[in-house]
């Protein structure tokens, strides 16, 4: 079929889709492939001073790229805390406030464009739906987590300041929820969970969950070194008050136990860890990685140790594509079908995470059943090809 003969699709990100260096864009790009392969693609990007991201995007997936340019915000702890304090008043939740007030710069992008079906990324985009819906048939928004519940989450794991900040967060997004989320025709949700959230917070709305998934990867051979990993964005919240829980309550036993034994933390912006932290024996920070695969294939057991967040994990995603055994927390495999024992074990608490490692070093026949049927999972229900069978005849 002629490109012009081809239905129209319009996706808006807060996030570039590419380079695949989180769960974020990755679950982005899965939704950008399909529509690239069924639509004509207008992909509007949020970009942040100095960034660019177009060339990196697979020659022919979109026929449009319009960037908008953030304005330039001041990064420092000074400036980030006096933003958030007059969020905290405004009751304006951080992400959706940055991300809002771009009217202007999408119609201009949209140009007077339609479209038969609009994907807007994230909760941060949802107040552009009433704009999206005189230029769209069918409006889809794409809920990597659920925002309240993601506040109110942080507020239950973190300190009583953090907590009281998060506990208005939630309740700002709450509200923001309820007079948004009807808007959409579509609501994507990452989990059962997450969806029977929505229902809750707007019973009308049509809700299909959209897994998180991985482009096809081929597993690793081999049993690692003797090594316990953990993955993920160190800047992102419940990814620090995770690894900071670990390397105080977790990691120290486990090092007393087996002394040769090596932490490594793969991830971009390990600065946002406390330097204190950073310097604890035996750990061994990798960075930002291009491909995160052969960094978890080198260790033998993988873990999930969080205490906050909603959405499912792409880390876990990851750790079973890899074929590599792991440990979590009820709250970071929720979403994902795993049961202990079979492909996951489960631990809420520091003595119960620490066993559970152990038992994985030390049994070899059970971390590799463990490994192999989390790969099995991954391949049956969290590859692109899988997540994208439940779009069909939705969009």
Request: proline share 8%; aromatic share 8%.
């Amino acid at each position: 079929m002629p490109a012009s003969a081809r239905p129209r699709a319009l996706m808006i990100s807060p996030e570039a889709p590419y380079p695949l260096d989180g769960g974020g864009a990755l679950r982005t790009a899965s939704l950008l492939h399909y529509l690239g392969a069924h639509y004509e693609v207008q992909l509007i990007v949020f970009q942040h001073p100095g960034q660019h991201t177009e060339g990196m995007l697979p020659a022919g997936l979109i026929s449009r790229y319009s960037p908008i340019p953030l304005v330039p915000h001041r990064n420092d702890l000074l400036s980030r805390s006096l933003r958030n304090a007059v969020r905290i008043v405004r009751m304006r939740p951080p992400l959706p406030d940055r991300f809002s007030g771009y009217e202007a710069a999408i119609e201009r992008a949209i140009d007077g464009r339609q479209f038969d079906v609009a994907v807007l990324e994230h909760f941060w985009s949802a107040s552009y739906l009433p704009l999206v819906k005189r230029s769209a048939r069918l409006t889809v928004l794409d809920l990597h987590n659920i925002e309240s519940e993601w506040h109110r989450s942080c507020a239950a794991a973190g300190g009583l300041l953090r907590g009281q900040v998060h506990s208005r967060f939630a309740r700002a997004a709450l509200t923001i929820e309820k007079k948004l989320l009807p808007l959409s025709d579509l609501i994507l949700t990452t989990s059962a969970e997450d969806a029977g959230r929505v229902h809750r917070i707007s019973p009308g709305t049509r809700v299909v969950v959209y897994p998180n998934s991985l482009p096809a990867r081929h597993s690793l051979p081999g049993e690692g070194e003797f090594v316990i990993a953990f993955s993920g964005n160190l800047e992102y919240e419940p990814n620090r008050t995770a690894l900071a829980w670990t390397l105080k309550e977790i990691w120290p036993p486990l090092r007393a136990r087996y002394p040769q034994l090596v932490f490594e933390i793969i991830g971009k912006n390990p600065n946002a860890i406390p330097e204190e932290l950073r310097e604890v024996p035996g750990t061994r920070y990798s960075g930002p990685v291009e491909d995160v695969e052969p960094y978890l294939a080198r260790a033998r057991v993988c873990m999930a140790p969080l205490l906050s967040g909603s959405g499912t994990r792409l880390k876990i995603i990851e750790a079973w594509a890899a074929r590599r055994a792991v440990v979590s927390t009820s709250i970071g495999a929720e979403g994902l079908g795993a049961v202990t024992g079979r492909s996951i074990l489960l631990a809420d608490n520091a003595p119960a995470f620490v066993e559970a490692v152990a038992r994985l070093l030390d049994d070899a026949e059970l971390r590799q059943n463990i490994a192999r049927c989390g790969r099995e999972r991954y391949e049956r229900f969290f590859t692109w090809n899988a997540s994208w069978n439940t779009l069909h005849d939705l969009f």
